[in-house]
């Protein structure tokens, strides 16, 4: 597409000093489309769906495998590329790049896997009642796709490959942080897809979305971010019924840490959870319940392993805790840490909450309470709340009153303690971690979420039924029917 000339300035988390401080480091900059631009990306994909006509659509599983299989052999020729962008663009450390890149391949050779046992199937013939029936997987028509900042390659390809393996074509908007890193691989997708299946879109998402939603051709929304963004664009369809929504969105995922857990274990895995790329992770711990029995023990191992955490730049070896991508994020965590301390709370380690420009140190954060900022926000950055109780059924009521469901943690020793939380835990949110960590892989299982959480189901298989419609071509026998 041709661009309106506007572009945007790429500030990297990795500071520079400056006489008048720290600063963001420029790093790039991208085009910024126009409404008319993303209108004729939008009549690309539309054109090359066709109706469900298009040469993408209608083209063999097999050979549609095979095009995908050229695409990821050009992108793993871009590793390194990739690599460096995910650490400047986000501050992901080099380990966790390198991890998020390899995750990516696997995850689309596992999907191509997933497509061939699929596909198997539907050569498959039933009869019942003198009808035989061939189950197909058809494609949806046009899927707007939107990836987040915090996994901007992983968590983009995990909805775009399906999506696209399926036979939809696509608008593809990266997000703001991570987008540079999808440069590279442009030339990949032109190279290897028919016109107009995959139109990569850069821009303000609150200026070209809306009409692209509003136009009523998009078929499928695919999100994972904001649950106020999704509800937003969703509303402006205007035929809501026909528009599919897979969508990753806020999360309050709670440790429920009873009176007979492993201290050792809980925290270290409290740590994990809560500060993995510095908490900036959908599945991330984001509230701590502790029985009121563990609670010193708790707070002062918790702090000790905090202090251990290495802080650097993303290439150095060993770093755990990165500079943040989001501007606003310091501020915002230290107005968390002030409304909590202004309703009677305590920071419980030394420079816990300390910030520069991008970077904030970890903060745990108690007793907090009811009524905190702490106790629903999604902080989406590296503070643990922690809330003392005496009865589980207070951890129950938690979840139970929370607009979020995705995960919860719960960590004990005693089989039959655990046993009985499970059911009302399970009914409250669609993934209980028994002892562990809550996060989304490994990727075959299913990952999605309740009330506000999310919609649909993604997963290796799970992905590929969502960006497809089952189809019956059903066949009547009778002596005159020889089809
Ligand atoms: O940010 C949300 C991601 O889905 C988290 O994935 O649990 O593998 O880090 P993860």
């Given at each position: 597409h041709s661009?309106?000339?506007?572009?945007?300035?790429?500030?990297?988390?990795?500071?520079?000093?400056?006489?008048?401080?720290?600063?963001?480091?420029?790093?790039?900059?991208?085009?910024?489309?126009?409404?008319?631009?993303?209108?004729?990306?939008l009549k690309a994909a539309v054109t090359a769906y066709n109706n469900g006509r298009g040469e993408w659509p209608t083209m063999s599983v097999a050979d549609r495998i095979t095009c995908v299989e050229k695409f990821t052999h050009r992108i793993i020729e871009k590793k390194n590329e990739v690599v460096k962008l995910l650490m400047w663009e986000i501050g992901k450390s080099h380990a966790d790049s390198v991890k998020e890149f390899d995750r990516t391949v696997e995850y689309i050779y596992a999907t191509i896997d997933a497509l061939k046992d699929l596909d198997r199937q539907s050569s498959k013939f039933s009869i019942e009642q003198g009808i035989v029936a061939q189950i197909r997987r058809s494609p949806l028509g046009v899927v707007l796709c939107m990836g987040p900042f915090n996994y901007p390659l992983n968590e983009t390809f995990t909805t775009l490959i399906p999506a696209l393996i399926m036979g939809n074509t696509?608008?593809?908007?990266?997000?703001?942080?991570?987008?540079?890193?999808?440069?590279?691989?442009?030339?990949?997708?032109?190279?290897c897809f028919p016109k107009g299946v995959v139109n990569t879109i850069y821009g303000r998402g609150n200026k070209i979305i809306?009409?692209?939603?509003?136009?009523?051709?998009?078929?499928?929304?695919?999100?994972?971010?904001?649950?106020?963004?999704?509800?937003?664009?969703?509303?402006?369809?205007p035929k809501v019924n026909r528009l599919r929504a897979i969508l990753g969105l806020d999360a309050k995922n709670a440790a429920i840490i009873t009176a007979n857990a492993d201290v050792k274990l809980a925290v270290q895995e409290t740590v994990l959870g809560s500060l993995s790329f510095n908490g900036q992770r959908c599945t991330a711990l984001k509230i701590v319940f502790i029985h009121r029995s563990l609670a010193d023990v708790f707070l002062n191992e918790l702090s000790e392993a905090v202090a251990q955490l290495k802080f650097g730049m993303p290439w150095q070896s060993g770093v755990a805790l990165t500079p943040l991508p989001e501007q606003h994020k310091p501020a915002?965590?230290?107005?968390?840490?002030?409304?909590?301390?202004?309703?009677?709370?305590?920071?419980?380690?030394?420079n816990g909450?300390?910030?520069?420009?991008?970077?904030?140190?970890?903060?745990?954060?108690?007793?907090?309470?009811?009524g905190m900022k702490l106790y629903t926000e999604e902080q989406f950055g590296p503070v643990i709340p922690v809330v003392p109780f005496d009865d589980l059924e207070e951890t129950i009521e938690y979840l139970i009153e929370s607009t979020h469901g995705q995960q919860v943690?719960?960590?004990?020793?005693?089989?039959?303690?655990?046993?009985?939380?499970?059911?009302?835990?399970?009914?409250?949110?669609?993934?209980?971690?028994?002892?562990c960590q809550c996060q989304r892989g490994p990727d075959v299982f299913p990952f999605t979420g309740r009330k506000d959480s999310a919609e649909g189901t993604l997963s290796v298989v799970d992905a590929l039924r969502s960006f497809s419609i089952r189809s019956l071509v059903a066949t009547k026998l009778n002596e005159n029917n020889k089809h």
């Open positions: 661009w309106s000339g506007e572009v945007h300035e790429v500030l990297s988390p990795i500071c520079i000093k400056t006489p008048s401080g720290l600063k963001r480091k420029v790093i790039g900059t991208y085009p910024l489309c126009n409404e008319a631009e993303a209108a004729e990306a696509l608008l593809f908007k990266p997000p703001k942080h991570g987008t540079l890193l999808h440069y590279p691989l442009l030339e990949a997708f032109r190279d809306p009409d692209l939603m509003k136009s009523g051709e998009i078929n499928v929304l695919t999100l994972i971010g904001s649950s106020k963004v999704a509800n937003e664009l969703k509303k402006l369809h915002y965590i230290q107005e968390c840490i002030a409304d909590a301390i202004a309703h009677g709370a305590q920071v419980m380690n030394e909450g300390a910030t520069n420009e991008s970077f904030v140190f970890p903060a745990i954060v108690y007793p907090v309470k009811k943690s719960i960590f004990s020793n005693d089989d039959e303690e655990i046993a009985e939380l499970i059911d009302p835990l399970v009914n409250q949110v669609s993934r209980v971690n028994v002892n």
